[in-house]
DNA sequence: CTGAAAGCGCTTACAG
DNA sequence: CTGAAAGCGCTTACAG
């Protein structure tokens, strides 16, 4: 039923080797017989079998993409990495297995041990990541997007969180404001060891704190309707803060509802700034000044450095950390 | 470097097939002989190579998923297909080859001939879509999420539209109103064939018409600011209206925020209702009453359909179209 | 420039 | 209850 190379071979009267060879180029074919095999492929409708070609290569030219959903957590943002991950696995010629399965350690030993990928890419990597155990023990090449603990042994990008926060006070000490509010991802994401929480706290306070501004740190909600209650909340217990600082999904996508409804117009009566992507952005009409979240070049640095592990000799050197600096676009949300 | 059932038999002290059936339970197995094996097993690390048992037994336990990403459109609603298909596959023992390419017919053909999937889930299926020749042609088993203008030859799950748009009616019916406004998907999704548009649009108008009611149609917007022009322009332009149907994920999600900038309120001057899922409205924070989208029920029903296609005889009977029953939540948005 | 043969790691009739 | 052998569809030394 499928056509096999012996059955291009017969067809163009060649052997198996040669068509083979015609097809990966790697010796020299004369013309006409090249022109036989491209005619019998051309008829027979001739695709190699990719299991077969895996079995004999040890190269699948399938990456793993492990994703997590957590319940009770702004899930849009997540497609912003996805994608641009599953774009740059094509340029390069790779194709991308995703699992959302819940349970990652297992996940990624079964499709690992069973030389289903060539490597891993991870994202949403957290501080004492359940699956980085899991990667070690593997022994495939892997790309984490999130910064985890300790040395993971393999390659990691993410975003420059410390940094980020910084440049967001930076931007506000400019315009003289002396008293801020930030609003962090929930508490349990903390829990979680989602260290880019603390990174941007911190990053933020230490700054803050140089310039002698005033800042009041919180962890926000990431779903209605406890998002307005500790937002007006907060804002209610400072009245004083002139700008807010944004580090939360659903409370970004929430606050021009928010501030409509208490009648605060941005900027005149708060400025606001944040850290988000574009494309998030743009989904949910946000007209605040924002550091990029720069899913899509980290989607693209991870897939890039994964495939030349696998491409290179086994140690390509060691293992990469790599904070993409963050970028600030000025929407006009402060004063 | 790799363990093989090789190394587990001689480890074992038994032959390579006595592992495999071992394995797979196909035969009897004496107690003394398995649990030796099992201990080999456990000791070396034993996982059977995904490509050479795919190779023998022309089955890979994967399934292709193809989603295709629209410039221009709006993406978070995406997420609500891909996962229930994901943990649906993972329930059957499959997993997913995600394709996100945007040549989707050489994708498809691409990975149905090289033999990488043993089934193709399309997602976003439109009247003519350029996909179903290709899908057509591969023949392998198929399951389409959207409903495609001619029969598929595949098998076929939608909500249906048509019975959606014919209860929001109904439901504003009976509480009185005679005066309404429906916003559609942008006019650039019918010329791409998304039927979902003059299904739900048709159902809402010939309904409308059997009551007396007048219905104003409108083609939406997907991008702000554009989304709050219209909508500002059409409430305009139909001061006597009394209740808005919107089948539209971009113009739902800012309604809140325009709304409340008319000083518009719902349902006290306005009815609404719409169509989302349940999932996508809790992450927009959507107090609206709405038909559920019923994205995971497709995603699960469509890939149940597909494991029955690769698992039963080639021809398990002619191919199905199936439309999921809508399901009205009334979230108090009408009076 | 081309072919015959071995082998990747499995599964499964065939044989006992 | 178990084993030896064939074969799935490729790629690549080896040989000419």
């Not at 002698?212 to 209650?229: C, D, F, K, L, V």
């Not at 989607?299 to 696998?310: C, E, F, K, N």
Request: overall charge negative; cysteine-free.
């Amino acid at each position: 039923m499928m056509t096999t190379i012996g059955d291009v071979a017969r067809h163009a009267g060649v052997s198996r080797s040669t068509v083979s060879y015609a097809l990966s180029g790697k010796r020299a074919i004369s013309d006409e017989t090249r022109d036989r095999i491209g005619q019998a492929i051309a008829e027979l409708g001739f695709t190699p079998n990719a299991g077969a070609r895996a079995l004999k290569t040890a190269q699948t030219m399938v990456l793993g993409l492990l994703l997590q959903f957590h319940a009770d957590e702004f899930a849009p943002a997540m497609l912003q990495y996805v994608l641009p991950v599953s774009e740059a696995a094509r340029d390069h010629g790779y194709d991308i297995l995703m699992v959302t399965d819940p349970h990652g350690p297992e996940a990624i030993r079964r499709i690992a041990n069973s030389d289903m990928v060539d490597g891993i890419v991870l994202l949403d990597v957290t501080h004492a990541d359940p699956r980085l155990p899991a990667i070690a023990e593997v022994k495939k090449p892997a790309a984490l997007i999130g910064l985890p603990g300790g040395a993971a042994g393999v390659d990691v990008f993410d975003l420059d969180f410390g940094e980020a926060a910084r440049m967001l006070v930076d931007h506000l000490q400019e315009r003289g404001h002396r008293e801020l509010v930030l609003v962090s991802p929930p508490y349990h994401v903390v829990e979680r060891g989602g260290s880019y929480v603390w990174r941007f706290r911190e990053g933020a306070v230490e700054r803050a704190a140089r310039y002698g501004i005033q800042i009041h740190p919180y962890y926000g909600e990431s779903r209605q309707p406890a998002i307005t209650t500790s937002v007006n909340a907060l804002l209610d217990a400072h009245p004083k803060a002139t700008a807010l600082i944004v580090h939360n999904d659903a409370t970004i996508a929430a606050l021009p509802s928010i501030l409509r409804d208490r009648g605060v117009r941005v900027p005149d009566d708060l400025s606001v700034v944040s850290l988000y992507s574009r494309d998030f952005g743009e989904e949910f009409s946000l007209p605040f000044t924002a550091v990029e979240s720069a899913a899509g070049e980290l989607g693209r640095r991870a897939v890039a450095q994964l495939v030349r592990r696998i491409t290179k000799s086994p140690d390509a050197g060691p293992s990469l950390v790599r904070f993409v600096p963050p970028v600030l676009t000025d929407r006009g949300s402060t004063r």
